[in-house]
């Protein structure tokens, strides 16, 4: 998947939907959007080492 999302905040990372904050990336981090829930999406950076959620209220982006 080549589609990137590029932070435009600091943003809070979280282990689940809704669940407890486990990293916090600085603005401009280019992340890959994985899959949406709701207003929610999971996401992987490094090269998917790295792997959480955030709240991204944007319906904008496409996930495939």
């Known amino acids: 998947m080549d589609e990137y999302l590029e932070l435009d905040q600091v ?22 959007p994985v899959q949406r829930k709701g207003d929610w999406i ?4 490094r090269n998917g080492k ?8 944007n319906p904008c982006i496409k996930i495939s």
């Open 11 to 32: 943003t809070k990372v979280h282990l689940k939907a809704q669940g407890e904050v486990c990293n916090r990336l600085p603005r401009g981090t280019r992340v890959v």
């Open 42 to 45: 999971k996401i992987t950076w």
């Open 50 to 57: 790295k792997k959480g959620w955030i709240f991204y209220p």
